[in-house]
């Protein structure tokens, strides 16, 4: 029988995805992202769900969701989980339920019969070139476009968030080259939005609780408003010609 390691399920979210979600947190996660707020889901802990299980519960939150909320799977890396979760996206589709996947983009490969049930990609891009990717997550961001040139191939719909970490990516230098980015990797008439996420210093207690290191303990947190003005100035440099 199939089993994933489910964190937790929370109902009724507004901000992963588009209307009223249903969010699942798969525990395990292979990048180490300097600035995670979740590492308690760093690694697959009891397996606690099988499809069918977790299907029902979320099909129970199906009155919410209106005519654009839906379930978004999240973690952690739900694409370590693909095969759990194409037999879960098997049996919520019979009830036309739309799924969003909540990703870095860095699983383990063959992500084309996931990415047929997946109706939105929010998208984590963490950095945008393989030495500072690899300074912030521990990961090779190659794995990463691997991962896009998939979803491109089959027409997916994207949301795309940037966190902007003081000191690496407050800067226009970054916001350029973050737009060439986008427009080398993403076909651009699939973005549906572009955001920015101010860093934040919310997980610094499990870090102590799971007596972890924090690598960006006294590291202070980016000012909402200088977030706001740099996404302002991002979305002049992307709608330019």
């Not at 947190?25 to 299980?53: A, I, S, V």
Request: aromatic content about 12%; proline content about 4%; charged content about 25%.
């Amino acid at each position: 029988m199939m089993y994933a390691s489910i964190n937790s399920v929370e109902s009724c979210g507004t901000v992963d995805g588009p209307g009223i979600r249903a969010v699942v947190f798969f525990n395990e996660c292979h990048l180490r992202c300097k600035y995670c707020h979740n590492p308690e889901m760093w690694h697959r802990q009891g397996d606690n769900y099988t499809p069918e299980e977790l299907a029902n519960k979320l099909k129970k939150y199906k009155p919410y969701f209106g005519t654009s909320g839906g379930i978004t799977l999240s973690g952690g890396e739900p694409l370590l989980h693909q095969e759990f979760i194409i037999e879960l996206a098997k049996i919520l589709k019979k009830d036309d339920i739309h799924i969003a996947l909540d990703t870095a983009g860095y699983g383990l490969g063959n992500y084309e019969e996931i990415l047929s049930y997946i109706d939105l990609i929010i998208f984590d891009i963490k950095d945008i070139n393989d030495v500072r990717f690899k300074n912030l997550t521990g990961g090779n961001i190659s794995k990463v476009w691997e991962f896009l040139k998939t979803a491109q191939d089959l027409n997916k719909e994207f949301w795309i968030r940037q966190v902007i970490v003081p000191g690496i990516h407050d800067n226009k230098e970054f916001l350029i080259l973050l737009n060439n980015y986008i427009k080398e990797h993403f076909t651009c008439e699939n973005i549906e939005r572009i955001e920015f996420l101010p860093y934040h210093k919310l997980g610094s207690e499990k870090y102590q609780a799971l007596n972890i290191p924090n690598p960006y303990e006294k590291l202070q947190e980016m000012d909402k408003e200088e977030c706001e003005k740099l996404y302002q100035e991002f979305m002049n440099i992307y709608n330019s010609k």
